[in-house]
């Protein structure tokens, strides 16, 4: 098995972990792009109603970001 302390990634993970445990954690989704486009997806004591609200908060968060991205493009103009 790999160091994970030696992936560019694990500081994110160390930040996320210490948030996680101050909060009452019920279910959990882990989803990671590889490199060449493949998906790693998990889940952990997650419903079918998880993984909609999961994937309604990931749509709704680069709805957000694509909005920003415009207003910054019109300030620009």
Not at 33 to 60: E, H, P, R, W
């Amino acid at each position: 098995m790999e160091d994970i302390c030696k992936k560019n990634y694990a500081g994110f993970l160390e930040k996320m972990l210490e948030a996680l445990v101050e909060m009452p954690i019920e279910g959990l989704c882990v989803i990671g792009k590889m490199k060449g486009g493949a998906t790693f997806v998990n889940y952990y004591k997650s419903s079918m109603a998880d993984k909609i609200l999961y994937a309604g908060l990931i749509q709704q968060d680069a709805t957000l970001d694509m909005l920003k991205a415009n207003k910054h493009n019109e300030d620009e103009d």
